[in-house]
T-cell receptor, first 112, second 112 residues
Framework: ELKVEQNPLFLSMQEGKNYTIYCNYSTTSDRLYWYRQDPGKSLESLFVLLSNGAVKQEGRLMASLDTKARLSTLHITAAVHDLSATYFCAVDSQGGSEKLVFGKGTKLTVNP | DGGITQSPKYLFRKEGQNVTLSCEQNLNHDAMYWYRQDPGQGLRLIYYSQIVNDFQKGDIAEGYSVSREKKESFPLTVTSAQKNPTAFYLC???????????FGDGTRLSIL
């Protein structure tokens, strides 16, 4: 059974600082997704990582995937308040079936 | 504008009552999904459908039922057998492979 663990679950950081969110998963998969959720809102897709070594960047966020280590990272560069949200990683559990298993999410708060 | 429409936004259920949550998409996506989100938790898959007239149980299907009679529609019924239905319910769709799932705005279900 696929398990997905994110850490940290809560992250409070100052504007301008850098930090990394980690997503570990327990069984082989080469499809990993990152989503953002604002309070009380739906999920917004951020990144799709489909192969070992994949790296995607959008603005102050950069995501990477290491399928051998079963690890994805979401790196935040020079955080700003607008990045405050909950970030989820999700892993395809059945080799392309798109049956996703989600981590519990990392609640990020960026303080001025 | 293409997207996923969930209704109602808020729903209240009485004891012993079945309620149905609506999910409609005009993205021409083959696959549709229902997730449940509890406070501070990730998303858990209830049911998913990869094609019309076919659907599979997810990780927490007990107390729920679905139908997929049309490509555009994937309603979820929360039956009286679901003893703890209070949660945020999210519907999603995808073109099936290698693309992120698109989410609706959710339905918040509470017990009266």
């Amino acid at each position: 059974e696929l398990k997905v663990e994110q850490n940290p679950l809560f992250l409070s950081m100052q504007e301008g600082k850098n930090y990394t969110i980690y997503c570990n998963y327990s069984t082989t998969s080469d499809r990993l997704y990152w989503y953002r959720q604002d309070p009380g809102k739906s999920l917004e897709s951020l990144f799709v990582l489909l192969s070992n070594g994949a790296v995607k960047q959008e603005g102050r966020l950069m995501a990477s995937l290491d399928t051998k280590a079963r690890l994805s990272t979401l790196h935040i560069t020079a955080a700003v308040h607008d990045l405050s949200a909950t970030y989820f990683c999700a892993v395809d559990s059945q080799g392309g079936s798109e049956k996703l298993v989600f981590g519990k999410g990392t609640k990020l708060t960026v303080n001025p | 504008d293409g997207g996923i429409t969930q209704s109602p936004k808020y729903l209240f259920r009485k004891e012993g009552q079945n309620v149905t949550l609506s999910c409609e998409q005009n993205l021409n996506h083959d696959a549709m999904y229902w997730y449940r989100q509890d406070p501070g938790q990730g998303l858990r898959l209830i049911y998913y459908s990869q094609i019309v007239n076919d659907f599979q149980k997810g990780d927490i299907a007990e107390g729920y039922s679905v139908s997929r009679e049309k490509k555009e529609s994937f309603p979820l019924t929360v039956t009286s057998a679901q003893k703890n239905p209070t949660a945020f319910y999210l519907c999603a769709s995808s073109v099936y492979r290698n693309q992120p799932q698109h989410f609706g705005d959710g339905t918040r279900l509470s017990i009266l």
